[in-house]
């Protein structure tokens, strides 16, 4: 795995972000989140997102890893059992329709 550290742009859709990490999982290249909060569809998006940016385009999975007390399931490191995400294409569909729903609603 490699630290992102560096924005990523769409200057399609004309947003930018940057993601925890970028490496390997089980051969297939693969954008990598730590989240402190569990919520599996707004985390596929964000990572779908990010997967569309220039550079990214040999991304073709994510897997976000959410930080849990053992007493909630996690394991002694406080991490639990990554979530794996491949249907980029279709949460980046939701992540544009949301996008353009809040510009109805803000003019944004």
């Known amino acids: 795995l490699g630290v992102c550290e ?3 742009i769409n200057r399609r859709y004309k947003y930018a972000g940057i993601p925890d ?3 390997v999982y089980n051969g297939v290249p693969t954008l990598v989140s730590i989240k402190r909060t ?4 707004e985390n596929a998006i ?5 997967s569309k940016c220039e550079g990214m385009e040999h991304i073709k ?3 976000v890893v959410e930080l849990k007390n053992e007493s ?9 059992k990554p979530t794996v995400i491949t ?3 279709r ?4 992540f544009l329709y949301r996008r353009n729903e809040v510009k109805k609603i803000y003019g944004v």
């Open 6 to 8: 560096k924005t990523l």
């Open 21 to 23: 990490l970028e490496g």
């Open 38 to 41: 569990k919520n599996p569809q």
């Open 46 to 50: 964000q990572e779908a997102a990010y």
């Open 61 to 63: 999975q994510a897997i």
């Open 72 to 80: 909630d399931g996690g394991n002694k490191c406080g991490y639990s």
């Open 87 to 89: 249907e980029l294409d």
């Open 91 to 94: 949460y980046f569909e939701l």
